[in-house]
């Protein structure tokens, strides 16, 4: 494998990997609601709340923001970078689902950016004037980084969908053995949901996740809570 190769996979590796501290094992996305409220109740039921959140819903919209987020870093083009950073802080349909994605999204630059400092990486931050979605700190650091897109986006939400089992396994509850099994039929679901989101353009933006969406929004109330989210 060549050196640089090579650096990117070991950087990308390290980003993703559920030991990065941005918190990720905090947060469940209003999976923590949808438990109580009985609409995720097994491995099977939990197969198919995330299938819908990966297709239809926070997947694959982090998805476009990231490929976009990477592709504006890339060019230079730090005006639509901005504009890109501030309606993914705008996207999110609660105030849970706000904190959780800027809160990670400060965590990875801030980490990424002590640890792997890059000249160029500081210039794209400050054309953000917003908050820095989660996707979109990752498509800016990746970018800065010169580590391609296809690979940054499939691992991203690798990463993601992990974290999306560990909460799901925490409180369904879950075994090692059965989350691992529900990752591995979640894969062509990743491939798929990365492939349209390096396709995608902003236009094509948007959820049908409803339920999810309600989720994330009733967990704010809920009584009792693990999650932040």
């Not at 809160?103 to 640890?115: L, V």
């Not at 996707?135 to 691992?155: D, N």
Request: a negative charge; glycine letters at 6%.
């Amino acid at each position: 494998m060549p050196e640089n190769e090579a650096a990117a996979l070991y950087r990308l590796m390290t980003w993703l990997s559920p030991s990065f501290p941005v918190g990720a094992f905090s947060y469940s996305s209003g999976i923590e609601w949808a438990v109580e409220a009985g609409d995720i109740v097994d491995a099977a039921s939990l197969r198919r709340w995330l299938a819908a959140m990966l297709t239809d819903g926070a997947g694959i919209c982090d998805g476009i923001f990231l490929a976009q987020a990477h592709k504006a870093a890339s060019a230079n083009d730090e005006t639509r970078l901005g504009d890109i950073a501030e309606l993914a802080a705008a996207f999110v349909s609660s105030r849970e689902r706000h904190l959780e994605t800027t809160s990670q999204g400060r965590a990875f630059i801030e980490i990424a950016r002590t640890a792997w400092h890059h000249a160029h990486l500081d210039r794209l931050i400050d054309a953000c004037k917003s908050p820095l979605a989660y996707p979109v700190a990752v498509g800016v650091v990746s970018a800065a980084h010169a580590i391609p897109l296809a690979p940054t986006i499939h691992a991203f939400l690798h990463a993601v969908t992990s974290n999306w089992i560990s909460a799901g396994a925490r409180l369904i509850p879950l075994g090692q053995t059965d989350s691992q099994r529900l990752l591995a039929e979640l894969e062509p679901v990743v491939g798929t949901t990365a492939t349209r989101a390096l396709a995608a353009s902003l236009d094509e933006l948007g959820s049908a996740t409803f339920r999810a969406d309600l989720a994330s929004m009733r967990h704010e109330t809920q009584y009792t809570r693990l999650f932040r989210s």
